[in-house]
């Protein structure tokens, strides 16, 4: 039994020697003869926050394939900040020292942002050639007056609002299908006929997605309006007045009060008010360029037709340009761990192949390198083209951005973009009765402009940037800041 257990151990302890020898030394020559290994090449990580498209395949696709090969070991991290709450996100973000790298910023905080150095001056970074791509309009808007000088953003795609309309309801209510309403009175007409017509079948003639106020009341009240030459905000004087939404906002309550306005507009999110108009419940809506997409998603199945928002009487049918958006500008985050990744990136999100695959989902009307130009570019998109900007279109210079810690009234950390929140539930109070309309729309303008007087009183706010004492609403861009003229000596 001894000599049994000595064999035992003998042949455990020649395996364990066999063992040491073989795996305790390389299995071939070190060819370095002695020199230190070369590390590894270090990925720099670029997060980014996207208002719109992260969800979008092809968006996805492009920024998997950028990161596996593009030569700087630059690996892009997208932020997921829900699309309702992104600006409130974000700003929190950017007081907390947290802020994305690069991230697309709403057109009215740009001035803000600025003021507070949370952006990268990129003027060091662009040349001339690469900067040409862009139209006059979009490189006179980035260099404006109000970005003291430097170049922090540049606008790449554009957002235009439109009136869609099903044209089998208007077939069945008896009205021209190939005949949009050019007028409020038209519009509030054809919406009771369609409406009357599909009663038993809950048809209705207009629809209203207030749930979305933003989407909704911004786009199809105060964007639309501008083609009647009507904006809340003054440029000549620098002062607010939304008197001018009145007929707007009484056409919409007497749909409501008609019974051809679709129910529930307070709760209705968008994309539950297209999918409506997709099933062909829906005679006619306002929708932005962005919101194409998702249309397209729940495949209409009648034939409907796109046309410019109607006009407060037919006399004032292009009294002023049709505005259209910037879609929110990407930047640069002036405290990126590397700026010159952040750079890169930032230049790869408005390169000519993303912006054109941008345009291939439609997802954006790029303004640069003629990309909408190109024929079939946009194959299978028939109505997409008829988002296109016209000669009737244009952006217009910012206006005051007001928040909360301007209202005497609200107590809050800053920033939030509240500024626009009791100006949206003022109209939702007006359609539904709750409030009289003139007096309602009077409040709210003396709000807004005591909240202007005391941003006057600060530092950073200079009334005089938002003052344009010759303004045009047929030619937005033309005219010079009391600011600009100030500075240039011409006052």
Same mark, same amino acid.
């Given at each position: 039994m001894k000599r049994l257990l000595f064999y035992l151990i003998a042949i455990l302890g020649c395996g364990l020697a066999i063992y040491t020898f073989v795996y305790d030394r390389p299995l071939l020559p070190d060819l370095t003869q002695g020199e230190k290994a070369l590390p590894e090449a270090q990925t720099t990580r670029v997060r980014v926050a996207l208002s719109?498209?992260? +969800?979008?395949?092809?968006?996805?696709?492009?920024?998997?394939?950028? /990161?596996?090969?593009?030569?700087?070991?630059?690996?892009?991290? *997208?932020?997921?900040?829900?699309?309702?709450?992104?600006?409130?996100? !974000?700003?929190?973000?950017?007081?907390?020292?947290?802020?994305?790298?690069?991230?697309?910023?709403?057109?009215?905080?740009?001035?803000?942002?600025?003021?507070?150095?949370?952006?990268?001056?990129?003027?060091?970074?662009?040349?001339?050639?690469?900067l040409l791509r862009f139209p006059v309009w979009a490189r006179k808007y980035a260099s404006g007056p109000l970005f003291k000088g430097g170049i922090y953003f540049m606008p790449s795609s554009i957002d235009t609002v439109r009136l869609i309309?099903?044209?089998?309801?208007?077939?069945?209510? $008896?009205?021209?299908?190939?005949?949009?309403?050019?007028?409020?009175?038209? =519009?509030?007409? %054809?919406?009771?006929?369609?409406?009357?017509?599909?009663?038993?079948?809950?048809?209705?003639?207009?629809? !209203?997605?207030?749930?979305?106020?933003? &989407?909704?009341?911004?786009? #199809?009240?105060?964007?639309?309006?501008?083609?009647?030459?009507?904006?809340?905000?003054?440029?000549?004087?620098?002062?607010?007045?939304?008197? *001018?939404?009145?007929?707007?906002?009484?056409? *919409?309550? +007497?749909?409501?009060?008609?019974?051809?306005?679709?129910?529930?507009?307070?709760?209705?999110?968008?994309?539950?008010?297209?999918?409506?108009?997709?099933?062909?419940?829906?005679g006619m809506m306002y929708v932005t360029s962005k919101d194409y997409v998702k249309l397209q998603e729940y495949m209409p199945k009648d034939d409907w037709g796109v046309a410019l928002p109607p006009a407060?009487? =037919?006399?004032?049918?292009?009294?002023? &340009?049709?505005?259209?958006?910037?879609?929110?500008?990407?930047?640069? /985050?002036? %405290?990126?761990?590397?700026?010159?990744?952040?750079?890169?990136?930032?230049?790869?999100? @408005?390169?000519?192949?993303?912006?054109?695959?941008?345009?291939?989902?439609?997802l954006a009307l790029p303004v640069t390198d003629g990309i909408m130009d190109k024929p079939g570019a946009s194959r299978g998109l028939r109505h997409f083209r008829e988002f296109y900007p016209t000669a009737a279109e244009s952006i217009y210079p910012l206006s005051p951005q007001i928040m909360d810690q301007y209202d005497p009234n609200t107590v809050s950390?800053?920033?939030?973009?509240?500024?626009?929140?009791?100006?949206?539930?003022?109209?939702?109070?007006?359609?539904?009765?709750?409030?009289?309309?003139? @007096? $309602?729309? #009077?409040?709210?303008?003396?709000? =807004?402009?005591?909240m202007l007087d005391i941003a006057a009183t600060g530092y950073s706010f200079r009334r005089e940037e938002y003052i344009y004492p010759q303004f045009d609403p047929r030619a937005p861009l033309v005219g010079e800041s009391l600011q600009s003229r100030s500075d240039s000596g011409r006052e």
């Open positions: 719109d498209w992260t +969800e979008n395949l092809e968006v996805k696709n492009a920024i998997s394939h950028y /990161n596996k090969t593009n030569p700087d070991q630059i690996e892009i991290v *997208v932020m997921n900040l829900a699309t309702d709450a992104y600006d409130d996100t !974000l700003n929190m973000l950017m007081t907390s020292g947290q802020g994305p790298d690069v991230f697309s910023v709403d057109n009215a905080w740009l001035a803000t942002y600025v003021n507070k150095g949370y952006l990268a001056n990129l003027s060091a970074d662009l040349d001339a050639g690469w309309y099903n044209k089998q309801l208007f077939r069945t209510a $008896g009205l021209d299908p190939e005949q949009p309403p050019l007028t409020f009175a038209a =519009l509030e007409q %054809a919406a009771l006929q369609i409406s009357r017509a599909g009663a038993l079948v809950n048809k209705y003639g207009f629809a !209203l997605p207030a749930g979305d106020s933003r &989407a909704s009341l911004q786009a #199809g009240l105060e964007l639309s309006n501008t083609y009647s030459g009507y904006y809340l905000y003054d440029y000549r004087s620098g002062r607010y007045d939304l008197s *001018v939404y009145a007929p707007w906002l009484q056409m *919409v309550r +007497e749909m409501k009060q008609q019974g051809s306005l679709y129910p529930g507009e307070t709760l209705l999110k968008l994309s539950s008010a297209l999918r409506q108009f997709a099933d062909g419940n829906i407060a009487e =037919l006399s004032r049918r292009g009294a002023g &340009a049709l505005m259209m958006v910037p879609q929110a500008p990407l930047v640069v /985050n002036s %405290a990126a761990q590397s700026r010159e990744a952040a750079v890169k990136v930032w230049r790869f999100l @408005q390169s000519k192949e993303f912006l054109g695959m941008l345009y291939q989902q439609a950390m800053e920033p939030r973009y509240s500024g626009d929140g009791p100006r949206m539930q003022l109209y939702l109070r007006i359609i539904a009765g709750d409030i009289p309309l003139d @007096q $309602g729309l #009077g409040s709210e303008s003396e709000r =807004l402009n005591q």
